[in-house]
């Protein structure tokens, strides 16, 4: 039960093989009996996880039931859902009580789905490693000595370790691809827009998108099925088409054209990650698909600009969590000032605290031209240099990340080194593309490696095509950390 995919338990719920109840009930037990190790949970509601459950099979049993009926999916904790306690991985959250959905839990229980639980994450998603969380740090479940990657690591390590079939998470500058990678499983970042963000707690509005977490490019089909839909209550949100990419998932692949970027192909690149990649590349020529080579120019600049851009942008978002409207309040102050500055200082973890004091000094007066204009210029080169680069092939691919998982600890004082983490994903976030993760090797110490997709706008189900095409002759989706096996 615990390998199957939510393709395989949807058509077993149909079968009536098991009810919804006997499903959530055991991912429930296995997933309380790996958090001590893993951490991977924050919240869990049998009560209400259960009652949902029962819901989806009475529906079941009506014979109309969705390819997410009676499926437990659990939640990034930066997702508000009502009746839940949500605490984006801070103190400063740590008892609210979200009176209302955010629209994509909203689609996904209008689909039948079962909330099984919140899952740990880097404090406001501001982290590569999820080791800053007011929660703790997760665990690697392929070694429980390493990070899980982040801010997504929660939903990363739990989908890895069997503790559920599939979860939500959120990537600002890859935090859905990069733990994805270090967990070995799969994970998409739509086209900035098509996944409402009403409801995702902010980090960066620009750049924040949220997204599917399984464990193969099938599963991210049915999910972001799911996922997309236009919600009049995000002013970002996207009107377009229905797209049916469960369907589309089996299109060929014989022609497509893969740009392959010389500056993701870099000498800093672990030489294993460097033969996965070279390995998963050949596979794709067997399958049809040409290479060819695409210049991104400015993409080795998108660190710089990320890291200017983003804390700006946090800084204000990060501006309401006062001690007033909600959340947590300094329990001793002197005046108004005294209790904002307390509440604050209490409140935010270090990383929280580093990344608004970056953005507030590049916003201020006499820098703000210097720093902030001039990465928004950068951004838009970089955007400029894909739209070319798309000219000659239709998906880009390279490393999603230049290691494999790190030691817990190992960066946490060295703040850019931990930066460099996302070296590979924080462009398609700059540019708004979509972007994917999926397994595609292991180093020489038994830890996965992730292959990256980058499509054009819109194009998710051409890239959830060429993943699945490339997972029916690997299987490298389906491999289990050991010590998780049963």
Not at 76 to 94: F, H, N, Q, R, V
Request: charged share 20%; glycine share 8%; aromatic share 10%.
């Amino acid at each position: 039960m615990f390998d199957k995919t939510v393709k395989e338990l949807g058509d077993a719920l149909r079968r009536r093989e098991f009810s919804s109840i006997e499903l959530t009930q055991a991912f429930l037990d296995r997933s309380k009996s790996l958090n001590g190790a893993i951490n991977a949970y924050i919240t869990f509601d049998e009560e209400q996880t259960l009652a949902q459950a029962k819901a989806a099979d009475e529906t079941l049993l009506k014979g109309k039931p969705t390819p997410l009926t009676g499926i437990p999916i659990s939640h990034k904790d930066i997702w508000c859902a009502k009746d839940w306690i949500t605490t984006c991985g801070s103190k400063m959250l740590e008892n609210f009580r979200s009176p209302y959905d955010a629209h994509v839990i909203k689609r996904f229980n209008d689909y039948g789905a079962v909330i099984q639980g919140k899952t740990n994450m880097d404090e406001f998603a501001m982290g590569s490693s999820n080791e800053t969380s007011w929660f703790g740090v997760v665990k690697n479940p392929w070694d429980l000595s390493r990070v899980p990657g982040g801010s997504s690591g929660g939903s990363a390590a739990a989908i890895a370790a069997g503790m559920t079939p599939a979860a939500t998470g959120t990537d600002t500058g890859g935090s859905i691809r990069q733990p994805a990678a270090l967990c070995g499983i799969s994970g998409l970042k739509p086209t900035y827009g098509l996944v409402s963000r009403y409801g995702m707690i902010a980090f960066a509005s620009s750049l924040d998108q949220g997204g599917p977490m399984a464990k193969s490019a099938e599963d991210l089909a049915i999910l972001l099925e799911a996922m997309v839909d236009f919600d009049a209550k995000d002013s970002t949100s996207l009107q377009n088409k229905p797209v049916d990419y469960a369907s589309s998932i089996n299109d060929s692949i014989a022609r497509l054209r893969i740009g392959i970027p010389k500056e993701y192909f870099s000498d800093h690149i672990a030489p294993d990650i460097q033969k996965s990649i070279e390995q998963a590349l050949q596979e794709y020529q067997k399958l049809g698909a040409t290479l060819v080579d695409v210049d991104l120019p400015t993409s080795p600049l998108s660190v710089a600009a990320y890291y200017v851009i983003a804390p700006a942008e946090a800084s204000s978002n990060l501006s309401r969590f006062d001690g007033v409207r909600y959340g947590y309040r300094a329990p001793e102050y002197s005046d108004l000032n005294d209790m904002y500055a307390k509440t604050r200082a209490q409140g935010f973890g270090a990383e929280v605290k580093r990344r608004i004091l970056i953005g507030t000094y590049v916003l201020s007066h006499g820098y703000y031209d210097a720093y902030y204009i001039k990465a928004q210029k950068i951004r838009r080169l970089i955007s400029q240099d894909f739209m070319r680069a798309f000219r000659t092939c239709d998906l880009i691919m390279s490393p999603t990340t230049p290691s494999t998982a790190f030691k817990i600890g190992e960066k946490v004082s060295d703040p850019v080194q931990m930066y460099l983490s996302d070296t590979f994903t924080i462009a398609a976030n700059l540019a708004g593309l979509p972007a994917m993760s999926i397994p595609c090797g292991f180093d020489q110490t038994n830890l996965p490696i992730g292959l990256q997709l980058i499509g054009n706008y819109f194009n998710e189900a051409k890239m959830l095509a060429a993943a699945h095409q490339y997972q029916r002759v690997t299987d490298w989706h389906l491999k289990k950390p050991p010590s998780t096996t049963t």
